[in-house]
């Protein structure tokens, strides 16, 4: 069965850090782009950040970039999203979520995508 987990969420105090994981089972992920989007409560999905297979190109969105930073290691399966000062603007749920490797697929930022996890929830709360 093709699944994907995502772990690390939590609460945390404005300009905290969290670091997110994926990790991947049935299918190994250097075959995929792999993207993390996130939904607040009430707002649309909202693509957050892109990484390509090999890790050699990643995209991100305008409101986390310099505070974000997508990494995979392809031995290990799993994709990260290290998350530094935030801000409640923040808060949502997170999820990752595997797209197919394009040479445009980056620059989508990985959309659309095939698979997605459950998502893990960050709260930028004081």
């Known amino acids: 069965q093709l699944q994907l987990v995502e772990s690390g969420g939590g609460l945390v105090q404005p300009g905290g850090s969290l670091r997110l994981s994926c990790a991947a089972s049935g299918f190994t992920l250097d075959h995929y782009a792999i993207g993390w989007f996130r939904q607040a409560p009430g707002k649309g999905r909202e693509a957050v950040s892109c990484i390509s297979s090999s890790g050699s190109s990643t995209n991100y969105v305008d409101s986390v970039k310099g505070r974000f930073t997508i990494s995979r290691d392809n031995a290990e399966n799993t994709v990260h999203l290290q998350m530094n000062s935030l801000k409640p603007e923040d808060t949502a749920i997170y999820y990752c979520?595997?797209?197919?490797?394009?040479?445009?697929?980056?620059?989508?930022?990985?959309?659309?995508?095939?698979?997605w996890g459950q998502g893990t929830q960050v709260t930028v709360s004081s």
């Open positions: 979520a595997a797209a197919r490797a394009t040479i445009t697929t980056v620059q989508a930022m990985c959309v659309p995508y095939i698979y």
